[in-house]
């Protein structure tokens, strides 16, 4: 142990052994609900601090870079004496957490599935569940199920009388000038989208 804590504490593995002891710290707190996991992204739904190929939050890369880093350093603490290979460490521990963070983002990227951001034309050819007492040219709103499960409450619209809350309803046309969906009625048993019972 006390071979492990003189390497550690030696240039250069000691330039990184106290960052890594901060990186610990902050995965703590995450792990206890403390911190977010994109606290350098601008917060929970930032992407600017993302790679921008894989989707890998910054604190991730950074968090790795510093871990290949350390564990290269750490070797050359350990097995050189000399400042110059000790200084030559220091710039292949660089070195090496350049090219592992980049090779975690190329699995990053062939491994995750590609966010798929939900538009509003995915809504269109959809039945929704009509929300409110009435819908007319004016006024109304439904309740529409996406891919995912999720539901989102949408404005509605239509020419036609008889919807009701709680009668379902086609979605087939967006107004974009109006920020609303255009429906019409429509029997919800004959839903494409709905799973089989």
């Known amino acids: 142990m006390g071979d492990f804590l003189h390497a550690a504490l030696a240039f250069p593995a000691a330039l990184f052994s106290f960052a890594l002891v901060i990186v610990a710290g902050y995965w703590l707190l995450v792990l206890i609900g403390g911190a977010g996991v994109h606290i350098l992204d601008g917060g929970e739904d930032g992407h600017a601090g993302t790679d921008a190929q894989a989707g890998l939050p910054v604190t991730v890369t950074l968090s790795l870079g510093l871990l290949i880093a350390w564990l290269v350093s750490l070797a050359g603490a350990a097995l050189t004496?000399?400042?110059?290979?000790?200084?030559?460490?220091?710039?292949?521990?660089?070195?090496?957490?350049?090219?592992?963070?980049?090779?975690?983002?190329?699995?990053?990227?062939?491994?995750l599935p590609p966010e798929q951001v939900a538009s509003r034309d995915d809504f269109i050819g959809r039945i929704c569940v009509i929300r409110t007492g009435r819908v007319d040219s004016g006024f109304g709103q439904a309740e529409v199920r996406a891919d995912d499960g999720a539901t989102a409450t949408v404005q509605v619209r239509s020419e036609e009388t008889g919807l009701t809350a709680g009668s379902s309803a086609l979605i087939f046309d967006y107004d974009a000038d109006g920020e609303f969906f255009r429906v019409a009625p429509f029997d919800g048993a004959l839903d494409p989208h709905e799973p089989l019972v």
């Open 81 to 111: 004496t000399d400042l110059p290979l000790r200084a030559g460490s220091l710039a292949a521990a660089v070195a090496a957490a350049w090219a592992g963070t980049r090779l975690a983002a190329r699995i990053a990227r062939r491994m």
